[in-house]
């Protein structure tokens, strides 16, 4: 491992469950790995680019195996901007809060941003979609305020976490490793981390 980009997702930072799970675990890689490279991608603090107009025609563009042109063009060099930021790591680590019972917002503008045909997945009609994100590993921080475990009964309303997996599924990660702080609305009991 030598580059980590390191996504956060929760605006209440010092508050966030995610964040501090996931800030101690960079604590450890940066101690056992002082070379390691690791960019922060707070996605509050970032000027995401509205996913609609002429984008939205260089991503069609695109599909269609054409060029986007045009006004197009501009569009489609943010959107590649952004996705060449998140592409520079072998490495992520993501904290990311449940709200209502999936992702917030911000985290998935984000992934609509990224998630484009050519750069993070493509597709052939001999073999469909595909990944081409291969070569990269990920560590997951959920948190959620209630239980949502297999077995808990509650298991169904949870979006947040098979919505994830899918995303980084599909866009190739070899590898995928969850940990998940629960029950973190029931002040000051400690929350449940598996």
Known sequence: MKKLIYIEASPRKDRSHSIKAAQEYLSDIKNKNP??????????????PEFNGEMLNAKYSVLRGESPSGKQVAA???VRALFDEFADADHYVFAIPMWNFNIPYKM???????SQPGMSWGYTEDDGYFGLMAGRTAKVFFASGDGYAEGSGFESLDF???????W???IGFDKVDK???QRTLFEPEAPLIS
């Open 35 to 48: 070379d390691i490279e690791i960019k922060t991608i707070d996605l509050w603090d970032y000027d995401l």
């Open 76 to 78: 489609w060099a943010e």
């Open 108 to 114: 998935k503008h984000y992934i609509d941003v990224i």
């Open 160 to 166: 947040q976490k098979p919505y994830i997996q899918l």
């Open 168 to 170: 980084l599924n599909f």
């Open 179 to 181: 940990v998940i702080a």
